[in-house]
């Protein structure tokens, strides 16, 4: 019972925890590389859940100084995540420009096939 | 005086600023002969700072710089002591190096209208390097570790070969889990104490230290760091990467990336997690000993088999990874210092190496080994400089790579691990097979006849791949400022935060 409880009680977690696997495993599994480049995205994303989340307090307000308040929510994670989602358009971006380039030099975006590629070329060299 | 600018007082802050506006007037100007010149002034402006740093460090203790007047723990600090000043000074030498080398080696091998961007890159990766050593602010290593190494995907991309594009792809999508898992790390970190500043959560994860939450964070960073250091076997973005990215940013990555993140480690190890909890209660040590084994004998074996000189050389640096990180995975006072002299060393080391295969690129545009016979007849300067590091490479006393060496197996038998001393010699022997058959072909064998006259490399090349190895052979010989400073920077780690 107090298992589930733990469980229930701590959703935001779990949410967290399977995006960053699901993603993870996207990267893993997938041989598009633009599908690889949203896996990536998800496992970045859920990060920012992991930062977020503990920063609510239940029942806290926005940090602004209030007589009437007394709890606030931490204000860092957000501001800190902010900074890591620009981090994480970046890398996206750079990521999904590469991929043009590769489409152009090689003609598809299928990670397996550029390999067999790869691996003639290192042959014939 | 007064309420002035005192620029002294704030050469921490121009350590990083100062490369980061000279990539944006690079970029902004485009014309590589412009854009160079400003690189030149910008990396050369870093030595001077980072040695005043040292200076500072070495006659008046660790230095604390409040970035934007926001006092620390909550502003941003910039915490200077001996290890990090040591790598500062690293990081900006190869840099001023690099560039000085860089201009004739870029515009052979990088299109007219690109060579802007790559100097705007090449500072902007500067940037993150320095910035991730400097600062003492967990978040803010994660935002320099990507200004970082955003900058050196697009590097790698600029290769001429087009199997450079699908490396530095690769390269993205592995730095950015090694990344993503580093802030993972810090996340947790940042739940258990509430802040950020590196001193303070060393301060207070003394309370919390046998949580699982802790123990967690230090995994995550370890293996997020161990990605971007290509520590075997997370090695396997790193050889494509080197090999086929432009002579001059293989040459300079080689010397710093990888160096900057073990920095890192040996920081989170040592000062903000702390011995108790890192070889304490995780026991990390022996796991580290059995990769650090491991990298210093597979990747040497394989860097035997390679075709390409580049990638070969990738590989013999993982080799030189593992052999840093021997040194961490004894905890010692004489391991630490062999390791830490190995990170300089290597770095001197490999970027000699890297630069010489530069200048014969740039003559030649040969990549492959079997291409190389007799190069050394044609092109004596380089491969003389080629053979020099290689010694060093070995290990063959009087150079820089013996020193270090000496300090490692000084460390294992303190402990009696004698099966440890033959795993340093047995991979020293194997580099000196891999190194011996470069240096078989380049020199002992005849020249292809049908193959035209390599041009002269440019003068400002080969003085600056001379310049490193005549360190090696220097820091062989003197082993003061080496083996001297790494030891005051291990003694300094082993102390801890606390």
């Known amino acids: ?125 | 005086m007064n309420a002035g600018f005192l620029p002294l007082e704030h050469l921490p802050a121009l350590q990083v600023v100062v490369p980061l506006l000279g990539a944006v007037l690079a970029a902004l100007v485009r014309r590589g002969a412009i854009a160079w010149m400003i690189t030149l002034a910008a990396a050369w402006s870093m030595p001077v700072i980072a040695f005043a740093l040292l200076d500072q460090v070495l006659t008046s203790g660790t230095i604390s710089y409040a970035l934007g007047g926001w006092a620390p723990p909550v502003g941003i600090e910039y915490r200077i002591d001996q290890a990090n000043a040591f790598m500062l000074v690293l990081v900006s030498i190869m840099a001023a190096l690099v560039t000085t080398y860089s201009l004739r080696s870029v515009a052979s091998e990088i299109a007219p209208e690109r060579q802007g961007w790559y100097y705007s890159m090449f500072l902007l990766c500067l940037t993150g390097l320095l910035g991730m050593v400097i600062t003492g602010d967990a978040f803010n290593i994660f935002v320099f570790m990507e200004v970082s190494s955003l900058a050196t995907y697009v590097l790698i991309a600029l290769g001429r070969d087009r199997r450079a594009l699908i490396s530095a792809y690769q390269y993205l999508v592995i730095g950015t889990i090694g990344a993503t898992f580093y802030v993972i790390g810090v996340g947790l970190l940042f739940t258990m104490t509430g802040t950020l500043n590196l001193v303070d959560i060393a301060g207070r994860l003394e309370t919390v230290e046998n949580t699982r939450p802790v123990i967690a964070a230090l995994g995550f960073i370890g293996v997020g760091i161990g990605l971007k250091l290509a520590l075997f076997p997370l090695h396997l973005w790193l050889p494509n990467a080197y090999a086929f990215a432009p002579s001059a940013v293989t040459a300079f990555i080689a010397s710093t990336a990888t160096k900057v993140a073990v920095y890192l480690l040996l920081r989170f190890f040592f000062s903000v997690f702390g011995i108790p909890i890192a070889f304490g209660i995780t026991q990390a040590a022996p796991m580290l000993l059995v990769l650090a084994v491991l990298g210093m004998l597979v990747p040497s074996l394989v860097a035997i088999f390679q075709t390409n000189v580049k990638r070969m050389l990738a590989y013999s640096s993982v080799a030189q990874i593992g052999y840093i990180m021997l040194g961490i995975a004894l905890v010692s006072q004489t391991g630490l210092t062999g390791g830490i002299s190995h990170l300089f060393n290597h770095a001197i080391i490999k970027g000699t190496l890297f630069l010489a295969i530069g200048c014969m690129v740039y003559s030649t545009g040969i990549t492959r080994i079997e291409q190389m016979a007799g190069i050394g007849r044609t092109m004596p300067l380089t491969m003389g400089a080629f053979v020099v590091a290689g010694l060093g490479l070995i290990g063959i006393p009087g150079t820089a790579g013996f020193v270090s060496k000496w300090f490692l197996i000084m460390g294992a038998v303190e402990q009696g691990l004698w099966w440890l001393v033959a795993v340093i010699v047995f991979s020293s022997l194997l580099a000196v097979i891999y190194v011996g058959r470069i240096i078989e072909i380049a020199w002992f064998r005849e020249p292809v006849a049908t193959a035209a006259a390599p041009r002269k490399p440019p003068v400002e090349m080969l003085a600056v791949t001379w310049v490193l190895a005549a360190a090696t052979i220097y820091f062989g010989l003197d082993t003061r400022i080496t083996a001297g400073v790494a030891a005051q920077a291990a003694e300094l780690l082993l102390a801890g935060y606390r």
């Open chain 1, 1 to 125: 019972m107090t298992l589930i409880q733990d469980i229930i009680g701590q959703y935001n977690y779990w949410i967290t925890i399977f995006l960053m696997v699901a993603g993870l495993y996207i990267v893993v599994a997938k041989s598009n590389m633009i599908k690889t480049l949203l896996g990536l995205a998800v496992f970045q994303t859920s990060v920012y859940l992991l930062y977020l989340s503990p920063g609510k307090i239940i029942g806290g307000t926005p940090p602004i100084l209030d007589e009437k308040f007394q709890v606030y929510s931490n204000p860092l994670p957000h501001v800190l995540i902010l900074t890591a989602i620009v981090v994480g358009v970046a890398t996206l971006a750079l990521g999904l420009a590469l991929v043009v380039r590769v489409n152009e030099a090689y003609g598809t975006i299928e990670e397996d096939e550029i390999m067999d590629i790869v691996d003639r070329e290192d042959h014939a060299e």
